[in-house]
């Protein structure tokens, strides 16, 4: 055993606390990478089905292990009905990311791998949560509006099949395009919070179940995943008040308020993924003729660049992306993990692959040992 | 932001990745207190109900604060109706870990203060999380058994509450005194993988029962605290076989798999808290005539000690002090959330009082950037 302590900066920047082959990162030039493949490529030419076989698999697939592949997800496109009475049993306000936690965790009841924690019973995991939590944001969004749950169709792919159930009409091709390019540019980012408190969680050998429910608690956060959704309450309330964006957020500024959607741990540049999601923002906004919400953002981000010298992160232009969907603003964060649960499975099949527990150590800054225990009458 | 990179030992072991004033360890000396009180003046003299009033407030409470505290955690002796009707659901298979982490998950849908973040909430819901995961360990062995869930009783301590709920019996005095101290002894350990996935679910300022949620899937796995079922796993191995301990271990050993319950981390000499279930094991043991655990753990104990120089730690007789508790083995690691609750929320609190997102970084090995992505055809 080692004796040596380094005291790390604040919330471990910049300590490197694995090895990993899935996410390549250069914060300087502004790369972003899974498995040495740039997520531009990715995004112009693959499809998330493909996606997550390389996360998984470290390579692409031939045709037939797509084809297999996508043969698997859809299969496993079915929910225990124990899980679909959860839903239905959540109270009406209950969060969707705390429901998706919730049920998460539920599903390992019905796994029938839950006891196997070895590679293929983890990857065999992986395509069953991918596809189960698309099912279960789905189906929740549903019930809470007093809809009918919407069957599942084993001829679409992973993201029109989502936009299926979610709203019970066949996506068009552009709805389901951007949807897979989103859940492409969402689906790893190497040690990010929710990804890294997964391989907390899976370090002790517990299992793929437990680290997926710590990911989505942590996803939740609004320095996180929740970002997103407190993006587009900004768009919605420059929108409703009239106001103009640039004098909103200088008064939010003024209140010392943090601007979400701007900056990011690792990238010193553009974030490459916000690149795709303006495009898409502008693109999907002029074709369905609600182009404001590009406007607001485009108008925020040209102020908040020059001002604060922030560049817009994912978060910020997937706001404007979902809400011209027609996705409601609190499912914005469920989708990120509908995406992320494809990086969040490939990073817990690695740390098994080759684990040690993760425990760091505390500098004790507390009242000085030895304190006494005094009885109650004397304190 | 800064961009000096630090490569951390595997398992980020010796890495200081926080200030805390909750748990101070000396691991060369054997030393564990609590807000600087020693474990040992804590064992004998304190009770678990004033262990969490130090650990969530910092300093012992006056005979007021107490009254205080034990009347808020017996009032919060209460389950939502739906949270039985989930454990009542859970098929009859799924893991007491499983059911509990899904539950505490679920408790998010009632908590009347899920969307506030603050301390004083966040005190709140330390409470309510402390006496509800109590109470739903004990209610699901209840109903896996297929017996009736036991109305908690506000008049006892938490230690004998629980008992009456797990057993349908007032306990004796001994069994809620040596609970009772199981209790303190597991309350808190620093950066524990449980406590570290809570305090980096908490720091994306997600929420309490997120954080308590992960360090529950965290708790479940063979190398944190299910190391003590694994521990009884042994003893009964040993016990039906009619081995000799030492032959058995040797046997483990010349597999060369690792034996549960030995070595810590943290210290290089014995684990504080190992030396009082040392002693309540035998003590249990003696009073209820099945000192055979207590025996057969003390063989185990002497041999590894010489053989391998490794201490026992604090899985190790908390194995044979909970069965001879009449504890069904799989309750062990619940037990240990039990107790572990309070010092989760601790944590939690401090780190949302002065957080910071944790997100360390990764060194990239896979792929050297840039591949490429090629048509399936060409693969």
Known sequence: MSSTITHAPKGLEGIV???????????????????????????????????????WNGKLPTNDELGKLKVQLA??????PAIISLLRNAPRQALPMDVLRTAV???????????????????????????????IVAA??????????????????HAANFL???????????????????????ADHELNASTFAARVTAATLSDMHSAVTSAIGALKGPLHGGANEAVFRILESVDKS????????????????????????????????????????QDLGQASGQIKWFQISQKIEKFVNADKKLNANVDFYSAST????????????????????????????EQLDDNRLIRPRADYVGPAYPQHWTPPSQR
Chains 1, 2 share one sequence.
């Not at 899974?34 to 998330?48: C, K, M, Q, T, V």
């Not at 299969?75 to 225990?80: A, G, M, N, V």
């Not at 070895?118 to 990857?123: L, S």
């Open 17 to 55: 606390a694995t090895t990993s082959s899935i996410c390549y990162i250069d914060g300087e030039q502004g790369v972003l990478a899974y498995r040495g493949i740039d997520i531009h490529e990715l995004a112009d030419h693959s499809n998330f089905e493909e996606t997550c076989y390389l996360l």
């Open 75 to 80: 299969s496993e496109r079915k929910l225990d």
């Open 105 to 135: 965790s539920a599903l390992s009841f019905y796994d029938p791998e839950e006891k196997n924690n070895d590679h293929q019973a983890n990857v065999n995991k992986a395509i069953r949560l991918t596809s189960q939590i698309a099912m």
């Open 140 to 157: 929740y969004d549903r019930i809470r509006k007093g809809l009918e749950v919407v069957a599942p169709d084993p001829k679409l792919s």
């Open 164 to 186: 299926l159930m979610l709203t019970g009409k066949q996506p068009s091709s552009t709805a389901e395009k951007a949807l897979d390019i989103a859940l492409i540019l969402h």
């Open 242 to 281: 009239g106001s103009d964006p640039v004098d909103y957020i200088k008064g939010m500024l003024a209140q010392k308020k943090k601007v979400p959607g701007f900056g990011h741990r690792v990238y010193h540049t553009e974030d490459p993924r916000a690149t795709h999601l303006r495009k898409m923002s």
């Open 322 to 349: 979902y809400h011209t969907l027609g996705i409601d603003v609190d499912l914005f964060t469920p989708i990120f993990a509908v995406s992320r649960v494809s990086g969040w499975t490939a990073h817990v099949i």
